[in-house]
């Protein structure tokens, strides 16, 4: 398989080029130096022999790899994202290589702290293995950097190995994702492929098909500021009024409270005066019923809060984000099955269980292009923590490349 030091080298030249996605801006990129690793992207799927290359004015990435057989197999996709979160600084990116990981504190350079098993027990599931860590001052971007090294590094085997049979095969990368819409502007048709998998899982052996219903709130709360001196009677403070608000929901429906299938209210921003307090929020749940149900509760609230207050001070707008994918991916399960018979295969054991959150391939599955989620191998995504160890990249290509040997004999 794929050579560790070439992984590696692959995998590090990606993850120290900033691609950070920016909420606020309403391009596409949403951020300009997305294009850096972009454009780097499209030169090395040119480079290792991959035909079709393509980028659009989006900076979304496809690219083919010709069938080298004879016989007419569903075209299959691979899909990653280029960009890294904005909750966390993917600035100046620093690895520590750590070789044969002994199952003990790893220091972070950067910082005085340390990634322990005492708080990461995962850890410990890879003594043995080389460890890529950051140095404790920004993210790594195993999310999803780790899963194009992956994509690209098994087409390149692929190609290298033409013994190997397989089909049509189509990569596609995009920016964005870590913001919700990694999917908004991809062209499934252009893409062409009969079912793709995203490779933006965490830990090795993941395989997923259900993910949240998710929408975002904005709750408004105006209140009414006056000189405090003069304010009885007058004054209305909007904070306390969003206070109200935040108290009235469920306690025990947030995501420190919940677990698996299990849904909740995540307030995750708030700014706040006396005349306006603004309050976001995220609402997910596996379940379709109790998702409109929570919607259902955020715009009650407001209603009842304003009946108590005697006129209209709180305001609730709430926009869909994207849905559970196990609906449009049960009726076609084959494609799970293909993964899960692809990893028994390199010795993993598959852990199928739903995501807690979404990837790309939830918006595509409702696009046209049904796409269960594959394990890329890193953990503790989106803080100073992140790890990965190599040894389940290399896992990951073979599973790539397992299910194209095994979609083409079939």
């Not at 990116?93 to 990981?101: A, G, R, S, T």
């Not at 009885?232 to 947030?254: C, F, W």
């Amino acid at each position: 398989m794929i050579d560790k030091q070439h992984l590696i080298k692959r995998f590090i030249s990606y993850v120290t080029v900033d691609t950070e996605s920016d909420p606020y801006s309403d391009t596409t990129p949403s951020s300009k130096k997305q294009w850096d690793l972009a454009n780097a992207l499209v030169q090395e799927l040119k480079d290792i022999g991959m035909e079709e290359v393509t980028i659009d004015d989006n900076a979304y990435i496809m690219a083919t790899l010709p069938s080298n057989i004879d016989k007419e197999v569903p075209v299959i996709g691979f899909i990653s994202h280029f960009d890294t979160t904005p909750d966390f600084t993917g600035a100046n990116v620093k690895p520590q290589i750590i070789e044969n990981y002994d199952g003990g504190d790893i220091p972070l350079k950067g910082t005085d702290l340390m990634l322990s098993p005492s708080e990461f027990d995962d850890l410990l599931l890879y003594k043995g293995n080389t460890l890529i860590t950051t140095d404790g001052t920004t993210l790594l971007g195993a999310d999803d950097k780790a899963g194009i090294a992956e994509i690209i590094s098994a087409m390149e085997y692929l190609i290298q190995h033409p013994d190997i049979k397989h089909g049509k095969i189509r990569v596609g990368f995009t920016p964005d994702e870590e913001i919700g819409r990694g999917a908004h502007k991809f062209d499934v048709a252009k893409f062409g492929a009969d079912w793709a998998y995203t490779m933006d899982g965490s830990q090795i052996g993941e395989l997923e098909y259900e993910n949240f219903n998710a929408a975002g709130a904005v709750v408004t709360v105006k209140g009414k500021i006056v000189h405090p001196g003069y304010a009885k009677g007058k004054m209305v403070n909007s904070m306390y009024i969003a206070t109200d608000y935040i108290n009235s929901l469920p306690k025990l429906e947030t995501p420190e409270h919940t677990e698996n299938r299990e849904g909740f209210f995540h307030l995750h921003t708030i700014k706040g005066e006396v005349d306006n307090t603004e309050l976001q929020y995220i609402i997910r749940d596996h379940d379709k019923e109790q998702f409109e149900a929570r919607k259902t509760t955020m715009l009650q609230l407001a209603t009842e809060l304003n009946s108590q207050l005697g006129e209209e001070r709180v305001f609730v707008e709430i926009k869909d984000q994207y849905y559970n994918m196990r609906e449009k991916v049960a009726p076609v399960m084959h494609i799970v099955d293909l993964a899960e018979a692809a990893m028994k295969e390199v010795g993993i054991t598959p852990l199928i269980k739903p995501i807690r959150g979404g990837t790309d391939g939830s918006q595509l599955s409702f696009m046209g292009l049904p796409c269960p989620n594959i394990f890329a191998g890193g953990h503790n995504f989106h803080g100073r923590y992140e790890y990965v160890p190599i040894e389940s990249m290399q896992k990951a290509i073979e599973v790539i490349v397992t299910i194209a040997k095994m979609n083409a004999s079939n």
